[in-house]
C-alpha cells in the first residue's frame, strides 16, 4: 500500500510539473521599448504544448487570440529585439512561481526568421526559416536557455541581422521543454510568432533555410534527450546564421 501511494504520488507530481512548464510568447520589446501585450504578436489562446512536430501548428501555434493584432512592429537590421514569454497568454498578471515558466522546465530557447509577402497574412504555411539566436545548455554553469529565461523574467533578448533584406519577416521564438523528452513524442513546444518589418541593412547576405515543419525530427538528437547526466546539448534545427 505505502509503495502504491508513493507510486501515485511521483505520478501526479510529475503530472503537475509538466503542467505547470507551460509559457506563452506574447509581447514584443525593441532596443528597450516594449510595444504591448498581443500587439503585433499571434498569441495562441492556450498555453498548451505542441508535441507533434509534423504538424502544421508547429509553425506559429493555433487558436489565436481573436482579433489576432494587425499590427507590424517595424525595426532596423541591428536592433535588439526582446521576446517576452509568461505562463499564460494573458502575459504577467501578478506574482506566480511558474512565471515565466516552471523552473523545473529544462530546455533550449530558440529565435527564427522568415521572410513573408505580408506579415499579417493567415497562411504562414510553406515559409523558409532560418535561426538567428539560442540558448541551449552550459556545461560550466549547468543552467539551460529556460533557467537563463525565468532568471530574465521571461524576456529572451537577441539582434536582428544586420545583413537582410528590407520587407516584412514573421519571428518565431520558441520555449523547448525536454522534461520528458527521453522518447517522442515526449519534448513540449511552445511557440508564437510575431509581425516584424525590417529596414537599414547594410549589407546583403542570403541565409540558408529550413521548413516547419521539417526541421525537427522524431530522433534528432536535441528533441529525443535526457535532461539528467548532461555534458552538452544542441539545439534542434540549423546552425545560428551570421552575417
Keep these: 500500500m505505502i509503495q502504491a501511494k508513493n507510486a501515485l504520488f511521483i505520478f501526479v507530481t510529475a503530472a503537475a510539473l509538466l503542467a505547470d512548464a507551460r509559457t506563452v510568447f506574447s509581447a514584443v520589446s525593441v532596443n528597450g521599448v516594449d510595444q504591448g501585450h498581443a500587439v503585433g504578436v499571434r498569441v495562441p489562446s492556450s498555453n498548451a504544448p505542441i508535441t507533434d512536430i509534423e504538424s502544421d501548428d508547429l509553425i506559429c501555434n493555433t487558436n489565436f487570440i481573436q482579433p489576432v493584432s494587425d499590427a507590424i512592429i517595424s525595426v532596423v537590421a541591428g536592433d535588439t529585439v526582446t521576446a517576452q514569454f509568461h505562463h499564460t497568454s494573458a502575459g504577467y498578471v501578478g506574482p506566480d512561481p511558474s512565471d515565466p515558466l516552471d523552473p523545473t522546465n529544462k530546455g533550449p530557447v530558440l529565435a ?132
Design 112 to 243: 527564427y526568421l522568415a521572410s513573408i509577402p505580408d506579415a499579417t497574412q493567415s497562411n504562414v504555411t510553406g515559409l523558409e526559416w532560418f535561426k538567428i539566436w539560442e540558448d541551449g545548455y552550459d556545461s560550466v554553469t549547468h543552467q539551460w536557455g529556460s533557467d537563463h529565461l525565468f532568471l530574465n523574467g521571461g524576456n529572451a533578448s537577441f539582434a536582428i541581422p544586420t545583413c537582410l533584406a528590407s520587407g516584412n519577416y514573421l519571428l518565431r521564438a520558441e520555449s523547448i521543454n525536454l522534461s520528458s523528452a527521453t522518447s517522442y513524442p515526449g519534448a513540449q513546444f511552445f511557440m508564437s510568432c510575431a509581425q516584424l518589418s525590417i529596414s537599414g541593412a547594410t549589407a546583403f547576405i542570403s541565409p540558408a533555410t529550413v521548413s516547419f515543419p521539417g526541421a525537427y525530427t522524431s530522433t534528432s538528437p536535441g528533441i529525443v534527450t535526457s535532461i539528467f547526466g548532461v555534458s552538452s546539448y544542441t539545439p534542434p534545427g540549423p546552425d545560428v546564421f551570421a552575417c
